[in-house]
């Protein structure tokens, strides 16, 4: 088993999910923790997380939660800023709107429009 696992942290979400629950049903089942690392392949630490987690708030404790910032949180321009912008750039051609097609001209319209600046990256998360 622990040849499978590996370094959880690298697992998808519900298969980290899945692990800490079946890691705590050993605990539960009376297994010792050292075993528990070894059969799973993680640290004791680890191990001493969930059960502590487990034993703090059942089940429930240990469900993955969404990880960062929810969708659309600390956004610069509103969704109809956004939908503008966008309009803007379908509607016309690039040229009409002094663009070259590049986020960095993109960038340069919404500062005209919005009076903000964004990084070229940022322009292409909008």
Do not use: N
């Not at 016309?92 to 590049?102: A, E, F, V």
């Amino acid at each position: 088993m622990s040849d499978l696992v590996g370094d959880a942290r690298r697992l998808s979400p519900s298969a980290q999910e899945a692990l800490w629950l079946r890691a705590v049903a050993a605990l539960v089942a009376g297994r010792d923790r050292e075993d528990v690392a070894a059969v799973f392949g993680v640290s004791l630490k680890a191990v001493d997380i969930w059960w502590t987690k487990w034993r703090a708030g059942g089940r429930e404790a240990l469900v993955m939660r969404l990880r960062g910032k929810p969708v659309g949180v600390h956004q610069v321009l509103g969704e109809a800023e956004q939908a503008a912008v966008r309009q803007a750039v379908l509607d016309h051609i690039p040229s009409d709107l002094g663009l070259t097609g590049t986020r960095g001209q993109i960038g340069e319209l919404i500062f005209k429009l919005y009076r903000v600046r964004f990084t070229e990256p940022g322009v292409g998360k909008y």
